[in-house]
């Protein structure tokens, strides 16, 4: 008998991909996965053994230089309902029995109009329950003002201006469920709510107030490492390893300084630099590899603060230090400054970078770092047999979801 089939919307950032596919690794036995196909990705998808689908999206490139001005515009109307629109021509076409979205805004709606169950795999800070914090990113006009304020009165006026402009942002989905009859969301965060709701964050760093049914923190997903390009042998050396990634939307002048020949001490290992913007003779260029490759032994990592990245580095004790880029990257990276497990680039100044570097490589794990370790290790262990229960109850409604006409998919209640 035919596996029923799922299908896969990762927003179009290689982390994305990454974390969709080291999911459905845990699925694969029981449905037919097939992911949205992207020029850049699909060698990653096809190497894991699992087949694609075309689907116009949003483009990705145009969304991260809105991100960095923390400009929310290309959410406007006529993109969303034209990938709206793609998503539910093949949700009609290939009818799966679940949708898996991971930062995709539309899927939720396409999902509903199409009567198939909505899988939502988030950020700790994308949850309506997040207890912490979203911090008021350095682009955003009120961000030197927030910096002065006391800390409760920066909160409270953060959360207030931040439910405000979720609501904004949120507008022109509210005149898409209108027009085509779906049920009606209050805010932008709703967006990101499935019929089943996964958070791949720790609680120690992205706490989370009481969840309701429909949701699971099943912690950091992390990529085992297939497809893309092998990596090459590197040579190491009795020198300090520094391992830099700035995944697919760092920016690698961020870090032109490790080009100094200051830095000829360590030995610096880069990955994903296609520009070439670290081109000293004391710096390695490497393919793609997984984190089993190259942390062990790995004395600091240098990186973007994306998801994907973080968690390989704390998997492995090893301290990190962020130049983010946009919002999402800074709440990252404001968790792992708030948990001393690392340190963030920005305001510290050129002349003090290099004894930065000098203590992070030299300190040892901390205890911090170990704490996190474990619960890395104990969320891994466990993150099995919750998705393991996610599936079961797909399966067991699998003939009564393909045959139902449209209409809202019911919660798979979660233990």
């Not at 020949?261 to 997984?290: C, K, R």
Request: hydrophobic share 45%.
């Amino acid at each position: 008998m035919a596996k029923p089939r799922l299908l896969v919307f990762p927003f179009g950032y290689l982390s994305h991909y990454l974390r969709c596919i080291a999911l459905c690794h845990y699925w694969r036995e029981h449905f037919d996965i097939l992911f949205a196909s992207h020029v850049k990705y699909d060698s990653f998808v096809l190497a894991a053994g699992f087949g694609s689908f075309a689907c116009d999206t949003f483009d990705e490139n145009a969304v991260l230089e809105h991100a960095k001005r923390f400009s929310f515009s290309w959410m406007n109307e006529l993109a969303l309902e034209q990938v709206f629109k793609a998503q539910v021509a093949v949700i009609k076409h290939l009818i799966p029995v679940a949708v898996l979205g991971d930062a995709t805004p539309t899927l939720k709606m396409a999902a509903q109009l199409t009567g198939r169950h909505h899988i939502s795999l988030i950020n700790g800070y994308m949850s309506k329950h997040y207890a912490g914090v979203r911090c008021i990113p350095r682009q955003h006009f009120a961000y030197n003002l927030m910096r002065v304020m006391p800390e409760p009165a920066a909160d409270f006026f953060t959360r207030l201006g931040e439910a405000i402009a979720f609501r904004l942002v949120h507008t022109p989905f509210k005149k898409l469920r209108a027009r085509y009859s779906l049920p009606a969301a209050n805010t932008f965060l709703d967006e990101y709510e499935g019929d089943t709701t996964l958070i791949c964050d720790l609680p120690e760093l992205f706490p989370q107030r009481p969840l309701p049914e429909g949701y699971s923190v099943i912690g950091p997903l992390l990529y085992s490492g297939e497809g893309g390009t092998t990596a090459e042998h590197w040579q190491p050396t009795a020198k300090k390893r520094i391992y830099v990634s700035m995944g697919s939307t760092g920016d690698w002048q961020r870090v032109a300084f490790l080009n100094d020949e200051a830095y000829a001490i360590y030995d610096i290992v880069t990955t994903g630099d296609t520009m070439q913007v670290l081109n000293a003779a004391h710096i390695s260029p490497i393919g793609f590899t997984s984190a089993a490759a190259i942390m062990p032994g790995t004395a600091l990592v240098i990186c973007h603060g994306g998801n994907g990245t973080v968690y390989q580095a704390l998997a492995y004790g090893v301290p990190l230090l962020c130049a983010p880029d946009f919002f999402e990257q800074e709440w990252n990276v404001a968790a792992i400054v708030s948990a001393r497990l690392g340190h963030s680039l920005h305001k510290v100044k050129q002349d003090s970078i290099f004894k930065l570097i000098a203590a992070c490589v030299t300190g040892g794990i901390s205890e911090q770092q170990r704490s996190v370790q474990r619960a890395i290790a104990a969320s891994l262990a466990e993150q099995g047999v919750k998705l393991g229960r996610v599936a079961a109850r797909l399966l067991e409604n699998k003939q009564r979801r393909q045959n139902e006409p449209a209409g809202a998919a019911p919660n798979v209640a979660m233990d």
